[in-house]
């Protein structure tokens, strides 16, 4: 049986194991319809043109969590940003772990998605928020068909969280190999301030594919900052697809770090609903081996007076493979819109690959809009003037390689989480110099 | 110091060296002088070691020791300074801790510990003090943003750390208005002693009016042609290079 009909045919036991009273349970039952209809996404989709999932969707995944596993907290430490204090909703296997976590109710909401969902006194922003900015395609109606947990964080109104939130997905590999499905909401109302930094940690060889949906939804003047560590075992895969709706004034900024893992597919979607609102969409990409990452980006300028920033680079080694495909669309109404998108890629190794593919739609005529995209290797003249200054060809390789990343890193505004991303970085490129940020 | 014996080298199959010889003393300040295009950043690259270039015949030596063999890294580690017409940009390594990457790595090579970090920054500030930099550009990226003055004062600030027994500066006076270029002068001299030498590229006689050299040369489509003292410079101010054309004819 293929995967699709495996999930397509389990689905009626996975409703059946939830609560038919469910505000969701015909958003579930309709999104199976989908997926089952539109199946996995292939080649011959131009979005998925150098992105094949075939080699990940061959294998026998397990789709329900059997049994509950438990982790040290000691264990796993070192994949939290653990030098500052945060709030923390860790999953392991799909499955809250409530000992890993520390949530909170107090002024704002921090909790799990399976309490938003089953629970009444939130069911009014489910029935406002959940399954609104996220498409009807493929795997995003396969994640909602199969939507139960993940992170849901609401603040109210005039409201700033406190500290960072961390979200943090492990997968043990007690399972065999593990589908994961994570559904994250999150809902900044007006004048608010959030930070928020995921991860989708794999612990063990067994392959895991991680298909996540997070919807972000930015009122009016909301602050969101969301970073993504990319940085998992060789067998991981990961499709990450990120719905942002902002309102006017808001600012929302998204810095994904793909530092590793097997597949790796972000798809990064804005719409821009209300004026003087700033986007910030910001990528470093450090790869090797037959390692692939996709960043698949939209900007939907509709309102006059916005603005967008992408900034996107990435270092590719060996026989590791990149794409970058970044759509602005600026409607009519859009005047004044600024967007601006760069991509730029190194490739160290003559079999290293790059697709980068700007796609640029305007349809106001009062706007300025710039993009670039550069494919090279590391420039000999600036080797040369490290050498010079005593410094190893292997230690100068390294320092322009993170001078390189260093433009996406400056907006990080966690400077503990800017410092364990600047070392993830120096130690991936194998340096040991001392970098001061 | 520094001897260049029958040195021919050149680029991609185009001969641009042809035939150099060169022999610096401790303690001496030579110039080479000479048109766009006669060979003085290359023999500047060169002599630091750009792997673009290929050495097609001929030796340098550093100490009576050949350094063709060596990485341009290894001939720093031996004491050769370059100073770039053009420096490269480096954001997010500040000033400060490029040096100290650099000192470090220096010490490294010759199987000595980093440099405490008080006896660092007390140089440092010695250095900077000598060189009128202000304590904020330290704190900069490493070039980014920096006008031609403050790259090429920089680029002395580095010299002045790293304490080369041979400087070369290509072409420093580029770009410098008069101030800066006294700094810059000044900063050179005091550098001057009995064990390290200096070569000075340039295309002008300005800057040699403050780095007064012992001894100029002159380049002429990759050969030197002409060898004299300091006032060889005042001469080609005055009439150019067209002259010594004619007379080699």
């Given at each position: 049986m293929s995967l699709k009909d495996k999930l397509v045919s389990s689905h009626i036991v996975f409703q059946d194991s939830?609560?038919?009273?469910?505000?969701i349970y015909d958003v579930r039952g309709n999104a199976i319809k989908t997926f089952e209809a539109e199946g996995f996404p292939s080649k011959k989709d131009e979005a998925w043109k150098y992105t094949s999932l075939n080699s990940i969707l061959k294998k026998d995944y397990n789709?329900?969590?059997?049994k509950k596993s438990t982790l040290d907290f000691k264990d796993v430490?070192?994949?939290?940003?653990?030098?500052i204090d945060t709030y923390n909703i860790v999953f392991v296997d799909g499955i809250f772990n409530a000992h890993l976590s520390s949530t909170t109710h107090d002024g704002i909401d921090v909790c799990t998605m399976n309490s938003a969902l089953t629970k009444s006194k939130y069911q009014q922003i489910i029935d406002v928020y959940?399954?609104?900015?996220?498409?009807?395609e493929s795997l995003t109606s396969l994640n909602t068909a199969y939507a139960r947990d993940g992170a849901y964080i609401y603040i109210p109104k005039?409201?700033?969280?406190?500290k960072p939130i961390q979200i943090i997905h492990f997968a043990t590999?007690?399972?065999?190999a593990s589908l994961l499905q994570p559904r994250n909401l999150i809902v900044a109302e007006e004048n608010t301030e959030v930070q928020i930094i995921e991860r989708h940690q794999s612990l063990s060889d067994s392959p895991t594919f991680t298909n996540s949906v997070t919807e972000v939804y930015a009122a009016k003047r909301a602050i969101v900052d969301y970073y993504k560590i990319q940085n998992d075992k060789l067998d991981a895969s990961l499709v990450d697809t990120t719905e942002i709706e902002q309102h006017g004034e808001s600012i929302v900024s998204v810095h994904t770090f793909s530092?590793?893992?097997?597949i790796t597919r972000n798809n990064l979607n804005y719409y821009q609903k209300g004026e003087r609102i700033d986007s910030i969409l910001k990528g470093v990409t450090l790869i090797e081996g037959k390692q692939h990452v996709d960043h698949n980006t939209l900007v939907h300028h509709?309102?006059?007076n916005c603005e967008s920033h992408q900034d996107y680079k990435g270092i590719f080694a060996e026989n590791a493979t990149g794409v970058f495909n970044g759509k602005v669309v600026v409607e009519k109404?859009?005047?004044k819109t600024n967007a601006y998108q760069s991509n730029n890629n190194i490739l160290i190794d003559d079999k290293a690959t790059i697709n980068s593919k700007p796609q640029l739609e305007i349809f106001a005529d009062d706007v300025r809009c710039s993009h670039g995209c550069t494919i090279g290797q590391l420039d000999e003249s600036a080797l040369f003037y490290l050498q010079s200054r005593g410094i190893a060809k292997k230690e100068a390789r390294a320092l322009l390689m993170y001078a390189f990343a260093n433009t996406v890193l400056?907006?990080?505004?966690?400077p503990q989480l800017k410092q364990r991303i600047t070392k993830l970085i120096a130690k991936k490129i194998g340096v040991s110099i001392g970098f001061e940020i | 110091m520094l001897t260049v014996k029958n040195l021919y080298a050149g680029i991609e199959e185009k001969d641009i060296l042809k035939g150099i010889n060169l022999e610096i003393k401790a303690g001496e300040v030579h110039a080479i002088m000479g048109p766009n295009g006669s060979g003085k950043s290359t023999l500047s690259s060169v002599i630091a070691g750009k792997?673009?270039?290929?050495?097609?015949d001929g030796d340098i030596f550093l100490n009576e020791e050949?350094?063709?063999?060596?990485d341009p890294e290894e001939r720093a580690h031996e004491g050769v300074f370059l100073s770039f017409q053009y420096p490269v940009e480096i954001p997010g390594v500040t000033v400060t801790n490029f040096i100290k990457t650099a000192i470090n790595q220096t010490r490294k090579a010759k199987g000595l510990e980093d440099m405490p970090a008080s006896e660092m920054l007390k140089m440092i500030r010695e250095k900077s003090e000598l060189l009128e930099i202000d304590r904020k550009f330290l704190s900069?990226?490493?070039?980014?943003?920096?006008?031609g003055g403050e790259k090429k004062r920089n680029e002395i600030f580095q010299m002045a750390m790293l304490e080369p027994k041979l400087a070369i500066l290509d072409e420093?006076?580029?770009?410098?208005?008069i101030d800066a270029l006294r700094i810059v002068a000044n900063g050179v001299n005091k550098l001057r002693s009995e064990d390290n030498a200096v070569l000075v590229i340039t295309h002008y006689q300005r800057l040699l009016d403050y780095i007064v050299p012992d001894v100029v040369h002159v380049l002429m489509d990759g050969k030197i042609v002409k060898t004299g003292g300091k006032e060889l410079a005042h001469e080609l101010e005055e009439k150019g290079y067209d002259w010594l054309k004619e007379e080699l004819v």
């Open positions: 939830l609560d038919p009273d469910s505000p789709i329900f969590p059997t430490e070192h994949y939290f940003i653990n030098d959940f399954n609104k900015i996220a498409k009807e005039g409201k700033v969280a406190d590999g007690s399972q065999e530092l590793g893992g097997n509709i309102e006059p109404e859009a005047q400056s907006s990080v505004k966690i | 792997e673009e270039y290929e050495v097609t050949s350094i063709l063999e060596m900069r990226s490493l070039n980014v943003g920096f006008s420093t006076d580029s770009g410098l208005d």
